[in-house]
């Protein structure tokens, strides 16, 4: 069970970070949904390496 919530997890923030990479999110839009636990989970540096450029 904790095995596939971390799979899960993992899975989401690969998402959150192409979309980063692919410029369809922005680093600020991110930053926003800070409350939410994916965001909160994922930190900073993988977020601003993402970023494209």
Known sequence: MALARAAEARTARR??????????????????RRGQDLVGRTRVVQVLRAVPG
């Open 15 to 32: 998402a959150l970070l192409a979309e980063v990479a692919s410029g369809a999110v922005s680093v600020a839009a991110v930053f926003e």
